[in-house]
């Protein structure tokens, strides 16, 4: 995973109004669980967007109040009209303890199908994965470079060493759809000969 830093400051008080005046000076209200206690505090709001706005996943050396921690973001509130940040969950990590996370997947290669007129369908962009945070990859590669047009790149195809993929082995990740204008192509193709 990527790596980056955050610093953050204690909140004194828990609660709606606390959490209101935070978000009034531009700082966000956030909870880190999976250590011995919940660690609330605060964020300001510019540093989370960066990291949350970003298709990437990052492995965070959190600085709160001087304490040090490594944590992910694990779950994120976002207010219902203006879509903005109201609150961040982090998950605490740990060397010697599994985690799951939603990786997000890249195709890689020059898929035939593709280059005869098949369009690349990515059917999930996120795939969740469990594993050690050390081993976990930053993304999680999709060979395209065998596939037809009408081929599909499953769950099962992923090579995995390190970490477990959660989702069912039969579900389709990558997939090379036939275009209208493909077989335009093929019906004149087999029509001239």
């Known amino acids: 995973m990527k790596k980056a830093s955050l610093s953050g400051s ?3 008080s828990v ?24 660690v609330p505090f ?6 989370m967007e960066k990291l949350v706005y970003n298709p990437d996943v990052f492995w965070i050396n959190l600085d709160v109040s001087g304490e040090k921690y490594n944590a992910i973001i694990k779950d994120i509130q ?7 940040i109201i609150h961040v969950d982090f998950l605490q990590l ?3 303890k599994l985690v799951s996370v939603k990786l997000p997947v890249r195709a890689s290669g020059n898929s035939p199908g593709v280059r005869n007129g098949g369009r690349l369908a990515l059917n999930h962009r996120h795939l969740t994965v469990r594993g050690l945070p050390g081993k976990l990859p930053e993304f999680i590669g999709v ?18 060493a390190d970490y477990d993929l959660l989702q069912a082995d039969a579900d389709v990740v990558v997939a090379v759809k036939r275009t209208r204008a493909a077989m335009a192509a093929a019906a004149a193709a087999a029509a001239s000969k």
């Open 10 to 12: 204690l909140r004194e």
């Open 15 to 38: 609660g709606k109004k606390d959490a209101k005046i935070l978000r009034d000076t531009d700082r966000i209200p956030a909870v880190m669980y999976g250590g011995e206690k919940q």
């Open 42 to 47: 605060s964020i300001a709001k510019l540093a």
């Open 78 to 84: 976002y207010h219902p009209v203006s879509d903005a």
């Open 94 to 96: 740990f060397d010697d």
């Open 143 to 160: 060979d395209i470079s065998k596939l037809e047009i009408g081929d599909v790149a499953r769950v099962r195809d992923i090579k995995t």
